[in-house]
């Protein structure tokens, strides 16, 4: 399952657009089905969301699975502030209990 986000890197002054390719810990269609209506605390569309919710929890999903540090971050995810904002609101609603 890949995740097609558009990248832009600049070099030497031309910008050039890459796509994202995904990483293993990304979440697949069938575990975003599963995990979604747990973790949307407003509407997916709602006007406040600059990043989908989805890449968000691929974000939380890179951070844990491979044991990195916020601010390390891969610049294709969303940025760690955005990533670690999300996932105190998803444990202060209880989302990850069981």
Do not use: H
């Not at 832009?8 to 810990?25: N, T």
């Not at 407003?42 to 990043?51: A, I, L, P, V």
């Not at 929890?57 to 955005?82: A, C, E, K, S």
Request: glycine share 6%; charged share 25%; hydrophobic share 45%.
């Amino acid at each position: 399952m890949v995740i097609w986000l558009w990248v832009i890197v600049v070099d030497a002054g031309v910008m050039e657009k890459r796509e994202r390719i995904g990483y293993p810990s990304d979440v697949s269609d069938e575990e975003w089905a599963f995990v979604a209506p747990y973790l949307a605390l407003c509407r997916e569309d709602s006007e406040q969301r600059d990043y989908p919710l989805r890449a968000v929890f691929n974000g939380l999903r890179y951070i844990v699975r491979t044991g990195g540090q916020w601010r390390f971050m891969p610049n294709d995810l969303p940025p760690w502030t955005v990533v670690y904002q999300q996932t105190q609101r998803w444990i202060r609603a209880r989302c990850f209990e069981v």
